[in-house]
C-alpha cells in the first residue's frame, strides 16, 4: 500500500490492485494475487465477507445459511479449492439435500472467512463514484477515494452497469446478463415434533426450495428452517416490507411443515435484489484493451458457486500475465 494523503477533508490512496466487492469472485482473485506478493485492496460494501456465502445469526442462538444453500465442484481446480477448505475445517459433507454436497463448517460463510484471511479488505466501504483517470481508475466513498493501477469489480452486473454508468463501453458488453430476485425466510419453530424432510426443491412452487438449517453439520439444534422463494414470486414482491413477507411465507411454511404458526419462535425475511443468474455473460470475466479494468462474479457464467470462483481465478491469471508481459 502507498501512503495516503488528505486532501479537502477525504483521504486519497493509491493501491496498485483495487478489487470492489469481496464475495467469492473478489476474494479468490486477492487470495492469488497476494500468494503472487501483490497486496491488493478489496472495498466491501457489507459488514461480512462472502456475498452469498452468508450466515445470519439472532441473539437468541439461533443460525441460518440465508444465501448460498450449498456447493457443489465440477472442475479439477475447484474440487482442488474445496478439499483445502475441509482440510481447514471450514467445510463439510452434507446429505440432506437430494445428493451429497457442500457446506461451510460450522456455517456457510466460514468458507468466505478462511479465504478472506490475511486479505486487505475494508468493510462498510461503498463506492459510491467510479471513473477513469490518466494512471488507473478512482474509486470514490463516503470518506475516502482510492486511486489503483488496475480494478477489478465483481458486483452483481446490475450494480457494475451503475458504477460505470450505461454508456461506459464494457457496461455494454455485459448488457444481455440478466439476474433475478428471491425472498428468503428465516424460521425457528418450538418443539417441533415432526420434521417431515430435511431439505425440498419445488420449483414450480413459490416457496421453491425449504431447508432444516439445524441438519448441516456444526449448526445448533434449533429447529431453523431457510426458505427461499421463487424468482417470479420475488420479483412480484419485490418492494413490499420484510416483516409481510416474513408472516405470508411463514404461514405457508407451516402449512407444509403441518405445524402451527404459534410454534413460530423466530421468524424474519431477506431480499436478495440480485440472487440468481437468468442470463449469464457466457464467459469468466470482460476486461478492457489496456488490461486496467475486469469485471468479473457468477454472473459471468451462471448461478453456481463455483462459477464465481472460476471466474476470479481467471480474472487474477490473466491479470498478472498482464503485469509480467509488461
Not at 175 to 192: E, G
Not at 252 to 270: K, Q, T, Y
Amino acid at each position: 500500500m502507498r501512503p495516503g494523503i488528505t486532501i479537502g477533508g477525504a483521504l486519497m490512496e493509491r493501491n496498485a490492485i483495487g478489487i470492489i466487492g469481496a464475495g467469492l469472485a473478489g476474494l479468490c482473485c486477492a487470495s492469488i494475487l497476494q500468494k503472487r506478493g501483490y497486496t491488493p485492496v478489496l472495498l466491501e460494501k457489507g459488514r461480512g465477507v462472502g456475498g452469498r456465502l452468508a450466515t445470519r445469526r439472532t441473539d437468541a442462538g439461533f443460525q441460518f445459511d440465508h444465501g448460498a444453500q450449498y456447493i457443489t465442484a465440477r472442475t479439477p481446480d475447484f474440487r482442488n479449492a474445496v478439499a483445502r477448505l475441509i482440510g481447514k475445517g471450514a467445510a463439510g459433507t452434507w446429505s440432506g439435500a437430494d445428493r451429497e454436497v457442500i457446506v461451510g463448517t460450522p456455517s456457510m460463510n466460514a468458507m468466505a472467512k478462511v479465504l478472506a484471511g490475511g486479505l486487505d479488505i475494508r468493510r462498510k466501504t461503498r463506492v459510491t463514484d467510479l471513473r477513469a483517470e490518466e494512471n488507473g481508475w478512482r474509486a470514490a466513498t463516503a470518506d475516502s477515494v482510492f486511486q489503483f493501477d488496475r480494478l477489478v469489480v465483481t458486483a452483481p452486473q446490475p450494480q457494475t452497469v451503475g458504477l460505470l454508468g450505461v454508456e461506459h463501453p464494457l457496461a455494454n458488453a455485459i448488457s444481455a446478463v440478466r439476474m433475478s430476485p428471491c425472498w428468503t425466510l428465516m424460521a425457528t419453530f418450538a418443539d417441533q415434533q415432526e420434521i417431515p424432510f430435511t431439505s425440498r426443491s419445488a420449483p414450480d412452487s413459490y416457496l421453491a426450495w425449504i431447508a432444516l438449517n439445524s441438519s448441516k453439520p456444526g449448526r445448533p439444534d434449533t429447529n431453523s428452517w431457510v426458505v427461499q422463494a421463487s424468482a417470479d414470486w420475488s420479483a412480484r414482491n419485490l418492494e413490499r416490507e420484510a416483516d409481510d413477507v416474513a408472516q405470508e411465507m411463514l404461514l405457508r411454511l407451516c402449512g407444509i411443515l403441518r405445524i402451527e404458526p404459534s410454534n413460530a419462535v423466530h421468524a424474519s425475511a431477506h431480499r436478495w435484489r440480485y440472487a440468481r443468474v437468468e442470463e449469464p455473460l457466457g464467459t469468466p470475466f470482460c476486461r478492457n484493451d489496456a488490461g486496467t479494468l475486469y469485471l468479473g462474479g457468477d454472473w459471468c457464467l451462471g448461478a453456481r458457486v463455483e462459477a464465481a470462483w472460476t471466474s476470479g481465478k481467471a480474472i487474477a491469471d490473466d491479470l498478472l500475465g498482464e503485469i509480467d508481459a509488461r
